[in-house]
C-alpha cells in the first residue's frame, strides 16, 4: 500500500541552525501538506501546495518557514532559524485532490528537538 | 472557522467493553468530519470520515461515527473494545473550501486487561 514516507524520523539541532525537514508523497498525489504537534497540544496546519506554488498558510507559517519540491518526489520544509518554540513533530500529508471528501494521507511525522 | 472539540484527553474501558470517544464540533458551513488514529511512534491513519452522505460511518478495525446535526456532534464508538485498540484518537473537520484540516487536541485510550 502506499504511504507517505518522512526523513529523519529525529533531528536534533541548535537554536538558530536552518533545518530541513523531508518527505516523499505519494506518487500520482498533486496536493501537499505540513502540519505540525507540540508536545501536548493539538495538530496544527502549517501550510499547503499545489502546483509549486503555496495555496494556503496559517499565521504560524512565517518567513522563517518555506517549502519546496526540489524533483519529482520530495517535498521539504525548511526552518531557516530555528528557535526554541519550533520543538515539535512534524506532519507531511498528501492527497489526490482538493475537494473537501479527499483525504489526507499522512506520513509518520520527524520529531524536531531544538537545544 | 471550523474547530472540534474533543471530551476526554485520557479514557480507560476494559477489554470488550464499548468505546465511546467524543466529539463536538463548530463549523459556520456544512462539515466534512474525519477521526484520525495515531499509533506510537506511527503516523495519523484514517478511521472514517462523514461527508454528508449516510449520518452513520463505518470505518475501519469495528469503529463507527454517527453526525448528529442537532447535537453538532460526531461520537467514535466500538461495541467491544480490543487491547490492540489501544492509541491516540483524533477528530478533526474541514469546511468551508479551506483546504487545512483542524485537528481536536486527541484522546488516548487506554484498553484495559
Redesign the interface.
Known sequence: EP??TQTPSHQVTQMGQEVILRCVPISNHL?F?W?RQILG?????LV?FYNNEI??K?EIFDDQFSVERPDGSNFTLKIRSTKLEDSAMY?C?SSDG?A??N???????TRLTVL | AQSVTQLGSHVSVSEGALVLLRCNYSSSVPPYLFWYVQYPNQGLQLLLKYTSAATLVKGINGFEAEFKKSETSFHLTKPSAHMSDAAEYFCAVKAGGYQKVTFGIGTKLQVIP
Not at chain 1, 497540544?41 to 496546519?45: A, C, H
Not at chain 1, 483525504?103 to 511525522?109: L, R
Open positions: 504511504e507517505v496536493y501538506y502540519y497540544q493539538k495538530v496544527e496546519f499547503s495555496s494556503e496559517s506532519f500529508a482538493l473537501l471528501n483525504e489526507q494521507f499522512f506520513g509518520p511525522g
